[in-house]
Each structure stands twice: as structure tokens, then as C-alpha cells.
């Protein structure tokens, strides 16, 4: 009975009316709330309109991935990271497969690291045109929501294009990628940047001088430089408060050294600045695109290198090294040298780190996942507090939780 | 036969056969079709196609079947009462939003009289303020709601949309000040006779519009907040407070809400027609002489549902292209700007009738 009453007082239906008059009102906002994209939990204290106390709670979309990663093969790994960040599938697969490589101490082919770049950067606009879109959406401007997403609709029948899947790629593999590009497909791409960049401007013109939009977002959900360091921002947020942190440029991966963009940065990190910043990073990104597609090199998109690369059909019936080769890395899978190391890659949130230890036998010991939304949940408290109700709509849709990644 | 017409044409039964008319045939239809036309209306802006599924064997209708759809699967939904909830309160709620939605037809005049016979329910003398009077009962429906459903979400709403509405009705006298200035009575049918005027020979009709620009804007402004249409539906609140103070309805009592909100967008069409737009008086018709009396009243009618339906497709346009107010904007746009503006609004038109006097 007890319990049932801690419930009641839990979940927002006590039956007694009378503890309506008091001045603190505990209200929760979901696990099943339509703001709340992903299930997370928020404990909200509200005196009229205004939160006074937040609580974030985690861990409804926890799946294991970390443990589960830990008794697959190392190759198995990569359908799971399909599935951390949901709206840029790609970026995980790449995060993982460079920290996979980083371990073996290799680089992949130019042509594919290029490809990886046009895909990555495809995948981050699909990410920015989600949060941008939903969050957008949420204070109510639903053309806008639904304009995004059909430009994220043309971003995604590239990736079908490429990878046979809109949302379970699987494409990268240890070393290169499972394929090259698809005939046609720079032309395609080029048709689909020019449409993505004429939803651009039209959806600027509808939102980003809206009085009603920026009186929704401006001074919103601020946060400081200090505070959003000490809470380990990265990525668009930590940008939006005025610092330049992109590992892109900071811990140059990939073939990103070789092309030319901007890092846009914010001045106050608030949700407006947010929102420009991600408009920006759209920009740049297609631009960056644009300049991968042109500098496309020929030649091999996986390595050859032996026990990374599946023989040939012709050498697995052809020749017993094929066939002893096939076999071993079927039965037993990689073996990355024993060692561990921290690969951070650029994801569509910010810092998309794997930590990965390896014992030699096969098996990872330890595939740990930095994700960067977590950080940014962490510090809800601090960005709601003080704020009406409402704001925790734009505040939560700037977050962009991608409750995959967050909960793993 | 004679009998018959007599019976008929006495004040009683003839008000109801009005109101049966002008409600059933003009003010519910067109407020059912909007629920269809909003979805359709908002897909043609956002690139999709609408609800096109509901269908009997082939026939679809467009989408035309999903209002039947609609209403069979509210009326055999489960109507439920939330545990804690104070019954008597939670059950007649939203009847009260629907009364007040439709009783705003019964001063609106959709055709000019033939003989004694009018066009109107009732032209009752203090005329617009009667939609104040009825337009306030409308608060009851969302505090009720929101108070007797024992939910904290509807609370909020129920809260907010008091608030809103209260503090909204203040200025929407006052936006309408100017207009009792300008024809000098607050009977609908002089409103609407006084607007068959022309300035510059008969070049300009002088139309609510054109004598009170900005009380226009304004009365249009608070009468969609009033409705708690978007962008003034913070009581509603879609994404923070989930539904706002009809959260725990379900079945027919929520779709009276919907259908309240709708009938009111028709309402408020409706009074922007004929207070701003020259009502049913279709401009430049007088130049036309002898006409017969039936092609008059039908272009009336004819007239009066074109506005209309151009002032509902104005609103659902509104709330698909631009963003919602937080709650504490609403107040403060009504207060600190809109309040303000009425009162200048009536010290010009005051100074500007005295100077023309």
C-alpha cells in the first residue's frame, strides 16, 4: 500500500486534491512524454510555472551494449554501434572502425577515408536536420519539422544507396569500408546537396528571424563557458557558448587536415545560438562534401592486408592460404594487438570516443563508448532551473539525446 | 396550410428553426469539414498527401470518410473518469466551451432580412457584448476540465488557460470600442447596415477593416487567443503540458472539445466577417437596380460563407507556419502591448470622430 502511495506521489496522480494548494508542485515529466525523444525521466518541482528543482533520470533504453560488445568478435561490434546514435548511423560505425584501426595501428586506403568523409558528413547533416527539426517542432513549428525531414529523406536514400539500410548500415569494416561507391552516385549526391541547400534557405527564412521563434529560444537555457567545460561539453553545444573545440581540427582524424571548413561558434550557449551553430555546421558540412567528392581518389577502398580483409572467393577455393585464412578469421575473428587505447571521432552530439582494451585473443575486453550526450543531460538542472515549464521543450530538443547513445 | 404558417411564424418556434438552421446547417457542418480541411490544409503546406485511408469498399471521398471515422470511433471509445477526479465537474466540463462556441451564431446575421423575416436568431439589443457575456462562459469549460481531472498537467492548462482567457477578453472590449464608435450602436445588424456605407461616391466601403485597421488586428489577435488557437495555445501546450486541461478525456467528451475548438474557429470567422467585412452586405450590390430579391439574399449567403471560409483557412494557416508562445509571451504580448495599442486605438478614433463631427 505504501508503495502504491509512493507511486501515486511519483508519478503525478495522487488522489488527493489538497496537495495541489502547495507552493512546490512535483510534476514528472515522462518516461512517456512527447518532448521527451528517447525515454528519460525528468523530476521537475515547479512553483507556479517555474522550476525551481530538476532531476534527470537515465537508463530506460539501456540494452547492454557495452557488456553484450564484450562476447562478440570484434567484427560484430560494428552492427551494434548502427544502433547507439540512431540519426547518424554512419558516424558510429566510423567512430568504432577508426578506433578498431587505431588498435591494429593501421589507416585505411585514401579512397575509402574520402568515402568515410562524404558518408560522416551526410550522416552528421541528417543528425543536425533531426535535432534542429524535432526541436523546432516542438515549440510548434511543424512545417519546419516536416520541410527537414524531407531533406533528410533525399540525405537518406543516398545512404540507402551506399549501404543497402536508411538506419542499420553496418558499412564500415576494420581496415576500409564492406563497399565502394555505388555507380553514379557522386552525381546523385550533387543533385541531393542542391536540394538540401534550397530547403536550407527556405527554412532560414521561415524560422531564423522569427520574432515568436527567437523570443522562444533566446536566453534560453544558457550556459556558461566554465560550467559547460567542467560538465565535458563538446560538439555544437560547447561550440554555441564561444569555444572552438571541434575534434575534427583538434585531434585531426581521417583525411579532414586536408579540407578546408569553418568551426561556427556561438557567444551566450544559449538554445538560439544552438540552433544557429547546427545551421551553420550544415553548411560547412556540405561544403566539406562537396570538396571530399571532387578530391575522390581511385584505387582500393579496403586494405589487402592479410587477416583484415576476407580473401577473395577466387583464393578461398583457389589456394589453401585463402581457405585457412577464410576459416580463421570466420571461426575466430580479428586480433587486434594487445593494448588499449581512446579513438575520439567527431559524432553529430560532439566528442564520440571509443575506449577499447584488447587482450589479443579475439574477444574485446572492454568496448567502452564515450558518449557526448550524456554530459549534456547531466547538466539539465542547471540549464532549466530558474526557467518556466516550457522552456524545457527547447532546452531538451537543443540537448539532441539521442537515447541510444546516452543509455547504451 | 395558413395554420401551419402561423404556427411557424411564431417568435418561438421561429428562433428555434433559426438555430436549427444556422447551427446544424452553417456553424457544426463547416466546423466538422475544418477538422478534415485543417489536416488536409497542413499537409498541402508541409508536402504530404493527408488522410486518405478511411474508406467504404473503394470509395474514400478524398479523405472525406475520416470525419464519419472520426466520430464512430469517439462515440464507441470508453468514456473514462480518471480515479480522484470530481465527477459532476469532469462530466459537464466540455459542454461548456461547445455551448459557448455555438451560441456565438445566434447574433450573427448571415443574410439581409426579407420583410419582418430576418436572417439572424436573435438581434438582441446589446448585441456584441453578448459574445463577451457567452464568450467568458467558455473559461468555465477549461478551468473545470482542468481542475476536476485530478491530473497536475491539466491543472497547468487549466490554469494557463484561465489566466489567458480572462486577461484576453480585457483588451477584446476594448478592441472593439472603436468599432461601437465608428456606427455608434452595439446592435450587430447597425454594425452591419453601417458598413453598407461608401466613401468617395461608392468607390470604398466602409468596411470594420477600413475604419479600424488596427482594431482589426487586435480584436483578430485576441479573439485567437481567446479560442487558444496557435500560436496562443500554451493551455494546451502540446509539448510541454502534453494536452493541457483536456489531458484525461477521452472518447465523446474529448472530440467536444475538438469540435468546440473548431466551432469556435468557425465562430470567430464568423464575427470577423461581419463586423470587419461588411457582414452579409455584398459591396456595390446596390448599384444593381431592382434585383431580384432571392439573387440578393443568395449572393449574401454566398458572400458571407466565402469570407468565412477565408478567415478559418487564415487561422489554420497561422497556426502552421509560425511557432507557439511560451505561456508568460501570451500575457505579456496581452498586457504590456496589445492593451496599450486598444487604448490608442480608442483616443485616435475618438479624437478623429470629434474632429469629423
Redesign the interface.
Known amino acids: 500500500m505504501t508503495d502504491m502511495t509512493t507511486l501515486q506521489a511519483r508519478t503525478g496522480t495522487s488522489s488527493s486534491s489538497t496537495d495541489f494548494s502547495s507552493s512546490v508542485m512535483t510534476i514528472e515529466i515522462g518516461p512517456a512524454h512527447p518532448a521527451m525523444h528517447g525515454i528519460v525521466r525528468f523530476t521537475t518541482k515547479l512553483d507556479g510555472e517555474l522550476i525551481v528543482e530538476m532531476e534527470p533520470e537515465i537508463g530506460y533504453l539501456h540494452r547492454g551494449f557495452e557488456k553484450e560488445s564484450e562476447n562478440s568478435k570484434w567484427i560484430q561490434v560494428i552492427p551494434y554501434t548502427d544502433r547507439l546514435n540512431y540519426v547518424s548511423p554512419l558516424l558510429c560505425n566510423i567512430g568504432y572502425s577508426m578506433a578498431v584501426e587505431k588498435l591494429y595501428g593501421i589507416q585505411a586506403p585514401r579512397r575509402a577515408e574520402f568515402t568515410r568523409v562524404i558518408m560522416g558528413e551526410i550522416s552528421r547533416i541528417t543528425d543536425h536536420l533531426t535535432c534542429v527539426g524535432a526541436a523546432a517542432m516542438e515549440i510548434g513549428a511543424f512545417t519546419f519539422f516536416l520541410w527537414f525531414i524531407k531533406a533528410r529523406e533525399y540525405l537518406w536514400e543516398l545512404v540507402e544507396e551506399m549501404t543497402g539500410a536508411r538506419l542499420t548500415t553496418n558499412w564500415t569494416r576494420f581496415g576500409g569500408n564492406s563497399m565502394d561507391l555505388p555507380d553514379g552516385f557522386l552525381s546523385d549526391l550533387e543533385d541531393r546537396l542542391s536540394k538540401l541547400e534550397s530547403i536550407m534557405e527556405e527554412c532560414d527564412k521561415l524560422l531564423t528571424r522569427n520574432k515568436i521563434f527567437i523570443d522562444r529560444v533566446k536566453d534560453v537555457g544558457a550556459i556558461s563557458k566554465e560550467d559547460a567545460l567542467s560538465y565535458g561539453f563538446s560538439g555544437p553545444m560547447l561550440r554555441a557558448c564561444g569555444i572552438p573545440y571541434d575534434v575534427r581540427r583538434a585531434d585531426p582524424y581521417s583525411v579532414y587536415d586536408e579540407l578546408d571548413f569553418e568551426i561556427p561558434v556561438g557567444s551566450t550557449g544559449d538554445c538560439f545560438d544552438r540552433f544557429l551553430v547546427r545551421m551553420e555546421e550544415i553548411r560547412q558540412s556540405t561544403s566539406i562534401i562537396k570538396q571530399a567528392a571532387d578530391k575522390m581518389p581511385a584505387g582500393p577502398f579496403m586494405t589487402d592486408e592479410r587477416m583484415l580483409h576476407y580473401p577473395d572467393k577466387k583464393d578461398v577455393y583457389g589456394n589453401i592460404e585463402g581457405l585457412i585464412d577464410h576459416f580463421k578469421m570466420v571461426m575466430e575473428g580479428h586480433h587486434p594487438p594487445e593494448g588499449e587505447i581512446y579513438m575520439p571521432t567527431e559524432g553529430g552530439n560532439g566528442e564520440f570516443g571509443f575506449y577499447l582494451v584488447s587482450d589479443g585473443s579475439g574477444d574485446p575486453v572492454r568496448v567502452r563508448l564515450r558518449p557526448p550526450c550524456f554530459n549534456f543531460v547531466q547538466a539539465m538542472p542547471i540549464m532549466t532551473v530558474g526557467h518556466y515549464v516550457a522552456d524545457i521543450v527547447p532546452i531538451f530538443g537543443s540537448i539532441n539525446m539521442i537515447g541510444g547513445e546516452l543509455d547504451r | 396550410m395558413d395554420f401551419l404558417l402561423e404556427i411557424i411564424m411564431t417568435p418561438a418556434i421561429l428562433a428555434c428553426l433559426k438555430i436549427a438552421v444556422i447551427i446544424l446547417l452553417f456553424a457544426m457542418p463547416l466546423g466538422t469539414l475544418l477538422t478534415l480541411m485543417e489536416r488536409k490544409w ?1 499537409a498541402m ?4 498527401v493527408g488522410p486518405n485511408r478511411a474508406n467504404i469498399g473503394k470509395f474514400t471521398g478524398n479523405g472525406l470518410l475520416h470525419i464519419a471515422a472520426d466520430g464512430l470511433k469517439s462515440i464507441f471509445k470508453e468514456d473514462t473518469i ?3 477526479a ?1 465527477g459532476f465537474l469532469y462530466l459537464i466540463a466540455p459542454f461548456f466551451g461547445l455551448i459557448a462556441a455555438v451560441a456565438i451564431f445566434a447574433i450573427i446575421p448571415i443574410a439581409g432580412p426579407i420583410g419582418n423575416f430576418t436572417f439572424q436568431v436573435t438581434d438582441v439589443n446589446p448585441g456584441l457584448l453578448f459574445i463577451f457575456a457567452i464568450t467568458s462562459l467558455n473559461v468555465y469549460g477549461a478551468v473545470l476540465a482542468g481542475t476536476s481531472s ?4 491539466a ?2 492548462g487549466g490554469t ?1 488557460a484561465s489566466a489567458q482567457m480572462i486577461s484576453y477578453e480585457v483588451f477584446m472590449g476594448l478592441a472593439l470600442m472603436g468599432i461601437f464608435m465608428v456606427y455608434g450602436t452595439t446592435r450587430v445588424s447597425g454594425i452591419v447596415n453601417g458598413q453598407n456605407e461608401y466613401w468617395f461616391g461608392n468607390l470604398v466601403p466602409m468596411w470594420g477593416i477600413f475604419t479600424q485597421p488596427l482594431g482589426f488586428i487586435l480584436f483578430f489577435t485576441a479573439l485567437v487567443a481567446e479560442t487558444k488557437r ?2 496562443f ?2 493551455p494546451e ?6 494536452a493541457g486541461y483536456f489531458l484525461e478525456y477521452s472518447g465523446m467528451r474529448w472530440s467536444a472539445f475538438m469540435l468546440a475548438e473548431y466551432v469556435s474557429l468557425v465562430g470567430v470567422a464568423a464575427l470577423m466577417t461581419t463586423l470587419f467585412f461588411g457582414g452579409y452586405h455584398v459591396p456595390w450590390l446596390h448599384l444593381w437596380e431592382n434585383a431580384p430579391q432571392w439573387i440578393v439574399t443568395i449572393l449574401q449567403i454566398l458572400k458571407f460563407t466565402f469570407f468565412t471560409v477565408v478567415f478559418c483557412w487564415f487561422q489554420i494557416q497561422l497556426r ?10 501570451t500575457m505579456g504580448l496581452g498586457w504590456k502591448k496589445l492593451l496599450p495599442l486598444s487604448l490608442v486605438n480608442i483616443i485616435v478614433t475618438a479624437l478623429v470622430i470629434l474632429t469629423l463631427a
Open positions: 497542413s503546406i508541409q508536402d504530404r480518471p480515479k480522484g470530481n485530478n491530473s497536475k498537467f491543472l497547468l494557463r496557435a500560436p495555445d500554451a501546450g502540446e509539448s510541454e503540458i502534453v502552421w507556419t509560425v511557432p507557439k508562445f511560451r505561456f508568460d509571451q
